[in-house]
């Protein structure tokens, strides 16, 4: 009971600044203050403690540690440039070795948990009161350096900037042993990947200033392999302010580095970069078969068995960065390898066959391995890869050598800027149009209708054909304007012949809501003229709801439409179309017509289609009529009609 009266004796007469943003805490902590200290000055965050602080007397803080604005720790960091002696304590809700070693730099008298356990506040207190003797310093110091030293890396380095002492962490992690450290420079022992003003800035800091650095650093280790580490380095000082050696503590922080930024950071420090980009084929198929954990399974298993394979097998690359989405890197400087180029290409390549041939245990799944590699080294090697990866993705091959392909990309990238460009200025000035190329009867060769073609008319006054525009616009939002117009146009186009017109539509059309919408709004309004539009239906990869595209044609045939499949026998898929759309007219795709004159295959293909078509009641017309004697074989193959240059070019349509 003396003793606590003794205490409270000795710290009345203190100023207490107590800083704490939670009210509750800070209710029930100042009841307890309020026995020990007559005056307090409250705080609400650490930057209101700062300020406080430096506008009073202040013996003694306390102060939590998280809080917004700026926390307890970086408070006392500014306090301490003010007042290195001040009496300072935390008091925190968090038990972590972070704010125990922060508190050691920082100088701090205490560490308590919240709530306050009366018996150890009365002890801190005892502390502050008493300075502590040199035996609880020492005993203090000793246990907050096993920490330390057990949770960090911890270095000393004399003022001559040679290694004094390095913990075993420190070795762990660099793969340097004691005896290769100890003695030698610490800046040409350690393998740095950071830029040397990066160096330099370290050196003045510490050095210079004789303040502490802190900041995240990149290193590699002794076989190449990158770390990164969290690092406060404090230079210690003598009474007259001499350094007399480097404190170095740090946290290795690789493994919640982003591996992407690693790769870029690696990349910046090569001077001559080479990377390889990995992907798990079908990963998207992987993950919906075997469900996410087990393919995040998958993908550490691989990158483990890459980092055994390719790194540990041939010196080449140091280490494989396992991305996202079952995507892995491989980088290196060739500047650094005995190797050129080729001979690189060549390994990386026999490498990826055997991976392909090998497999992955996981429990009772067996998975085969698949993957495909894009390799680059000259400009933009990142970029390139990337590139390349898309590449071979829709390539369906495994392996590209992928340099100077940005550079095709972005000539690509820029022709189409000026096509949208184009687009834009045509719409805007009605220089979409339609022109009309004939259909012919086969017996009479008299033209029974027109298709009605889009074409564009730029500012030069030349005719550019969709080919060139089309499925840019499908990129952007001109897409849906030009099919509008070109059903306006194509309607207009009635009252000028008593010919049929045949529209193209795609699937992708009529799943558009306005679009689909249009189409009907215009059939009603010319309901006499129904019976004159055919729709030309084009396939659409795209296609997501074939309900809404089958009630749409059973609509608008209820209404008189024809309904034709265009460009039949170009893909697989036109058999079930068929199934779906019940068309009235089959549009042979004209890439077997054009043939069928000498190429036996196409003639006997086009021959089957015929005969198909008329055991359903369709008629057929033939695309690409380009001469006379295509035709005499249409006409004897039984083909209605024909459409093609030989009969007619597209034009516009005069009244």
Same mark, same amino acid.
Request: with cysteine; aromatic share 10%.
């Given at each position: !009971?003396?003793?606590?009266?003794?205490?409270?004796?000795?710290?009345?007469?203190?100023?207490?600044?107590?800083?704490?943003?939670?009210?509750?805490?800070?209710?029930?902590?100042?009841?307890?203050?309020?026995?020990?200290?007559?005056?307090?000055?409250?705080?609400?965050?650490?930057?209101?403690?700062?300020?406080?602080?430096?506008?009073?007397?202040?013996?003694?803080?306390?102060?939590?540690?998280? !809080?917004?604005?700026?926390?307890?720790?970086?408070?006392?960091?500014?306090?301490?440039?003010?007042?290195?002696?001040?009496?300072?304590?935390?008091?925190?809700?968090?038990?972590?070795?972070?704010?125990?070693? &922060?508190?050691?730099?920082?100088?701090? &008298?205490?560490?308590?948990?919240?709530?306050?356990?009366?018996?150890?506040?009365?002890?801190?207190?005892?502390?502050?009161?008493?300075? !502590?003797?040199?035996?609880?310093?020492?005993?203090?110091?000793?246990?907050?350096?096993?920490?330390?030293?057990?949770?960090?890396?911890?270095?000393?380095?004399?003022?001559?900037?040679?290694?004094?002492?390095?913990?075993?962490?420190?070795?762990?992690?660099?793969?340097?042993?004691?005896?290769?450290?100890?003695?030698?420079?610490?800046?040409?022992?350690?393998?740095?990947?950071?830029?040397?003003?990066?160096?330099?800035?370290?050196?003045?800091?510490?050095?210079?200033?004789?303040?502490?650095?802190?900041?995240?650093?990149?290193?590699?280790?002794?076989?190449?392999?990158?770390?990164?580490?969290?690092?406060?380095?404090?230079?210690?000082?003598?009474?007259?302010? /001499?350094?007399?050696?480097?404190?170095?503590?740090?946290?290795?922080?690789?493994?919640?580095?982003?591996?992407?930024?690693?790769?870029?950071?690696?990349?910046?420090?090569?001077?001559?970069?080479?990377?390889?980009?990995?992907?798990?084929?079908?990963?998207?198929?992987? /993950?919906?078969?075997?469900?996410?954990?087990?393919?995040?399974?998958?993908?550490?298993?691989?990158?483990?068995?890459?980092?055994?394979?390719?790194?540990?097998?041939?010196?080449?690359?140091?280490?494989?960065?396992?991305?996202?989405?079952?995507?892995?890197?491989?980088?290196?400087?060739?500047?650094?390898?005995?190797?050129?180029?080729?001979?690189?290409?060549?390994?990386?390549?026999?490498?990826?066959?055997?991976?392909?041939?090998?497999?992955?245990?996981?429990?009772?799944?067996?998975?085969?391995?698949?993957?495909? !590699?894009?390799?680059?080294?000259?400009? &933009?090697?990142?970029?390139?890869?990337?590139?390349?990866?898309?590449?071979?993705?829709?390539?369906?091959?495994?392996?590209?050598?992928?340099?100077?392909?940005?550079?095709?990309?972005?000539?690509?990238?820029?022709?189409?800027?000026?096509?949208?460009?184009?687009?834009?200025?045509?719409?805007?000035?009605?220089?979409?149009?339609?022109?009309?190329?004939?259909?012919?009867?086969?017996?009479?060769?008299?033209?029974?209708?027109?298709?009605?073609?889009?074409?564009?008319?730029?500012?030069?006054?030349?005719?550019?054909?969709?080919?060139?525009?089309?499925?840019?616009?499908?990129?952007?939002?001109?897409?849906?304007?030009?099919?509008?117009?070109?059903?306006?146009?194509?309607?207009?186009?009635?009252?000028?012949?008593?010919?049929?017109?045949?529209?193209?539509?795609?699937?992708?059309?009529?799943?558009?809501?306005?679009?689909?919408?249009?189409?009907?709004?215009?059939?009603?309004?010319?309901?006499?003229?129904?019976?004159?539009?055919?729709?030309?239906?084009?396939?659409?990869?795209?296609?997501?709801?074939?309900?809404?595209?089958?009630?749409?044609?059973?609509?608008?045939?209820?209404?008189?439409?024809?309904?034709?499949?265009?460009?039949?026998?170009?893909?697989?898929?036109?058999?079930?179309?068929?199934?779906?759309?019940?068309?009235?007219?089959? %549009?042979?795709?004209?890439?077997?017509? %054009?043939?069928?004159?000498?190429?036996?295959?196409?003639?006997?293909?086009?021959?089957?289609?015929?005969?198909?078509?008329?055991?359903?009641?369709?008629?057929?017309?033939?695309?690409?009529?380009?001469?006379?004697?295509?035709?005499?074989?249409?006409?004897?193959?039984?083909?209605?009609?024909?459409?093609?240059?030989?009969?007619?070019?597209?034009?516009?349509?005069?009244?």
């Amino acid at each position: !009971m003396k003793e606590l009266q003794d205490i409270i004796e000795s710290t009345k007469h203190l100023t207490l600044l107590y800083v704490e943003d939670n009210a509750d805490a800070k209710a029930s902590t100042l009841g307890i203050l309020d026995e020990f200290f007559e005056t307090i000055i409250v705080a609400d965050d650490g930057s209101d403690g700062l300020e406080k602080y430096k506008s009073n007397k202040i013996d003694v803080v306390i102060t939590d540690i998280n !809080m917004p604005i700026m926390n307890g720790l970086e408070m006392l960091q500014a306090i301490k440039e003010i007042n290195p002696d001040v009496i300072s304590l935390i008091l925190s809700a968090y038990n972590e070795s972070d704010f125990f070693i &922060e508190s050691i730099k920082l100088g701090v &008298e205490g560490y308590l948990l919240k709530p306050i356990d009366f018996e150890q506040f009365l002890s801190v207190l005892k502390k502050i009161v008493l300075k !502590m003797d040199a035996l609880k310093a020492k005993t203090l110091l000793r246990q907050y350096k096993e920490i330390a030293d057990a949770s960090s890396i911890f270095t000393i380095i004399d003022k001559n900037k040679k290694i004094k002492y390095v913990n075993n962490a420190f070795c762990k992690i660099s793969g340097y042993s004691k005896e290769e450290l100890i003695g030698e420079k610490y800046s040409s022992t350690l393998n740095y990947l950071q830029e040397k003003r990066t160096y330099d800035e370290i050196w003045d800091t510490i050095s210079e200033k004789k303040e502490i650095y802190q900041g995240i650093l990149k290193y590699a280790s002794k076989k190449g392999k990158p770390f990164y580490l969290e690092t406060t380095i404090k230079p210690i000082l003598s009474v007259d302010g /001499e350094i007399i050696e480097y404190i170095a503590l740090r946290h290795d922080v690789t493994a919640i580095m982003n591996p992407y930024r690693q790769l870029i950071d690696f990349m910046n420090s090569c001077k001559n970069p080479i990377i390889v980009l990995m992907r798990i084929e079908n990963f998207g198929n992987l /993950e919906n078969l075997y469900g996410e954990r087990v393919s995040q399974e998958i993908q550490e298993k691989l990158s483990q068995w890459l980092e055994n394979f390719i790194v540990e097998k041939d010196s080449y690359f140091n280490h494989v960065y396992m991305l996202r989405n079952g995507e892995y890197a491989l980088a290196n400087d060739i500047s650094t390898l005995q190797y050129t180029p080729k001979e690189v290409i060549q390994n990386i390549h026999q490498c990826q066959k055997e991976i392909n041939n090998s497999r992955i245990d996981i429990g009772d799944l067996n998975y085969d391995i698949s993957i495909i !590699m894009s390799l680059a080294y000259k400009d &933009e090697p990142l970029e390139n890869a990337k590139y390349g990866l898309k590449k071979l993705l829709k390539s369906k091959q495994n392996f590209i050598v992928a340099n100077n392909l940005a550079q095709e990309v972005h000539k690509e990238a820029q022709e189409n800027i000026e096509i949208l460009k184009m687009l834009k200025q045509a719409i805007k000035t009605k220089n979409i149009v339609s022109y009309f190329q004939p259909i012919v009867n086969n017996q009479t060769k008299e033209i029974v209708k027109y298709e009605s073609l889009v074409r564009l008319i730029d500012v030069f006054d030349r005719i550019i054909s969709p080919y060139f525009f089309l499925n840019i616009s499908k990129k952007a939002k001109y897409y849906n304007q030009i099919t509008s117009i070109v059903l306006d146009n194509s309607f207009d186009a009635l009252s000028k012949t008593d010919k049929d017109i045949s529209i193209n539509i795609s699937a992708l059309d009529i799943q558009n809501d306005e679009i689909r919408s249009k189409i009907l709004l215009l059939l009603e309004r010319n309901p006499q003229e129904a019976k004159r539009v055919t729709l030309e239906l084009l396939e659409d990869e795209e296609v997501r709801d074939f309900t809404i595209i089958k009630e749409f044609i059973t609509k608008v045939k209820g209404l008189g439409v024809k309904i034709a499949i265009d460009d039949f026998g170009s893909g697989y898929s036109n058999f079930v179309r068929l199934l779906n759309f019940q068309p009235d007219i089959l %549009k042979i795709d004209g890439s077997l017509i %054009k043939n069928i004159t000498t190429d036996e295959l196409s003639l006997s293909v086009v021959r089957t289609m015929v005969t198909f078509a008329k055991e359903q009641n369709l008629q057929v017309i033939a695309e690409y009529v380009e001469n006379e004697e295509i035709y005499k074989i249409l006409h004897a193959l039984g083909v209605e009609y024909s459409q093609g240059y030989y009969f007619g070019k597209p034009e516009p349509l005069e009244d």
